[in-house]
């Protein structure tokens, strides 16, 4: 990589205390969350985070393919999550890598784990997650569109799942960090929360913290995923609010 | 948990103790014995057929299961892939397995027509109590309808019955949680009915000059451009 020499960093924390975009460290970037987006699938969500756009559809239960991943006591949930080639400043090769691989692995298994998949055997829970514009956090950003969808589809679960990133910049502890603070900070932290158990199921992190520093991110982190949770809940509201209908059958 | 009760699905709870219930808002169809249903053909083996019922799994549909004299392998003759059939669920078990007979009244293979799928949590309101809704959309459209408990509701007559039917089946799927459902649909029945030609229901803001002498046959770009046009006035 070279030389990036220090005056080549950006500053990502001011005297102040605010980040690049004006935040404050313990504060979110906006977040939209539009439940029942797509009509085909079983149930949808889109989610504008900051700059990222994700979509996500769900499909099923239904029948497995390829077949020989059915299990005869429970659902399999299937994830897929890709970026669209246009959803970052180079053009990103189309298709699975190494990356989008282990995300759509982790995404799963955080579903897996609030799913009641054993209510439909032999089945399978497709999720597909992609992403139309990229700026940090998506696969947080994809796991509470993905979590939106499948709740839409009327799949039961324990919980929805709310997730964030926390991060390290400038030396401080950060919530939900946007793409020069993830490229430029010292430690990013994703991690996905079951809000009603405290439980978490999705963590991972790049960088290196403190024992204190983590368990200061951790703290931060369930707050902004209970923040999060609220806009999820509302967003599945708010599809089946008593709007007036537009229309001829008005 | 705690005392509480936490649903699993969403929905909208039913407050009628002591019974906590929720009723849910979506999901796939969930089988029930006795539930008469309509699907289509997926696949085609030389004992049975399997249905796609829009249930988490296929429903195999046996040959003995059926009104006809089947010879095994010979069961391509009588239903291919695709063909729409209206069956009545007889058997589940614990497994997820389905077993659908062809055996009773009502039931069969589905000649002609059109297959509408709506939520199946919204059939209860097509069919409407004791049949009223239904009864009301055939009254006013003359189209012969078959609703399955599964969403899906096969629709025939006049091409133009056919649209508005399926015009209201798509108002009662989106708005079907709603109140006032059925004033809103005898008034958009009977308003439609007085307008006469289908492009007559063309709202206001797209006047169509005169009439052409031969309408084409494709009115689906009309509806469309007019669709386009409420999302604008009504964002």
């Not at chain 1, 282990?102 to 784990?113: L, Y």
């Not at chain 1, 994809?142 to 929805?160: F, N, R, T």
């Not at chain 2, 695709?82 to 062809?102: F, H, K, N, Y």
């Amino acid at each position: 990589m070279g030389n990036i020499g220090a005056k080549d960093v950006p500053v990502l924390l001011s005297p102040e205390g605010l980040r690049i975009d004006g935040r404050r460290l313990d504060e979110l970037r906006p977040l939209r969350i539009e439940a029942g987006a797509l009509h085909q699938a079983d149930g949808s969500a889109y989610v504008e985070w900051g700059a990222n756009k994700v979509m996500a559809a769900v499909y099923g239960p239904r029948e497995v393919h390829p077949r020989h991943l059915q299990q005869n006591n429970k659902a399999v949930i299937q994830c897929r999550y890709n970026m669209a080639a246009f959803s970052v400043d180079e053009r990103k090769r189309p298709g699975l890598d190494r990356r989008s691989q282990e995300i759509s692995k982790v995404i799963a298994e955080a579903f897996e784990s609030v799913v009641f998949a054993e209510e439909f055997p032999r089945t399978s829970i497709d999720v597909y997650i992609e992403v139309l514009q990229a700026n940090a956090g998506t696969r947080c950003a994809g796991l509470v569109a993905g979590s939106v969808a499948l709740a839409d589809a009327g799949i039961p679960m324990v919980d929805l799942l709310p997730a964030v990133a926390v991060g390290k910049i400038g030396g401080a502890i950060a919530l939900d960090l946007k793409k020069e603070e993830d490229n430029f900070g010292e430690a990013d932290l994703p991690m996905a929360l079951v809000p009603q158990s405290g439980r978490l199921v999705l963590l991972q992190m790049e960088g290196h913290m403190t024992e204190e520093e983590l368990s200061q991110a951790l703290d931060l982190g369930v707050k902004g995923c209970r923040d999060i949770y609220e806009k999820m809940k509302q967003a599945l509201r708010e599809r089946y609010a008593p709007t007036p209908v537009p229309g001829a059958l008005a | 948990m705690g005392g509480k009760v936490y649903a699993s699905v969403l929905g909208l709870v039913s407050p009628r103790p002591p019974v906590v219930q929720v009723i849910p808002l979506s999901g796939r169809y969930i089988p029930r014995p006795n539930d008469v249903v309509i699907g289509t053909v997926t696949d085609v083996q030389g004992t049975f057929w399997l249905l796609d019922i829009g249930a988490p799994r296929w429903a195999p549909l046996h040959m003995t299961g059926t009104p006809w004299k089947v010879d095994i392998g010979e069961t391509e003759r009588y239903l291919r892939v695709r063909d729409a059939v209206i069956v009545q669920v007889e058997s589940l078990d614990p497994t997820g397995r389905i077993g659908v007979t062809m055996l009773g009244e009502g039931l069969g293979k589905l000649e002609g027509g059109t297959i509408v799928h709506i939520s199946p949590a919204r059939v209860p309101r097509v069919v409407g109590r004791d049949g009223s809704m239904i009864q009301t959309i055939t009254r006013h459209t003359g189209a012969q309808i078959a609703v399955g408990q599964n969403g899906r509701i096969w629709v025939d007559g006049t091409p133009e019955a056919i649209r508005r039917v399926s015009d209201v089946l798509r108002f009662i799927d989106e708005h079907g949680h709603r109140p006032g459902l059925t004033e809103r649909v005898g008034s958009y029945l009977r308003a439609t009915a007085e307008a006469g030609p289908p492009r007559e229901t063309a709202p206001e803001g797209a006047p169509h000059v005169g009439f052409a002498p031969t309408v084409p046959p494709e009115d689906e770009t009309e509806p469309g451009g007019d669709r386009d046009s409420y999302d604008t006035q009504d964002p």
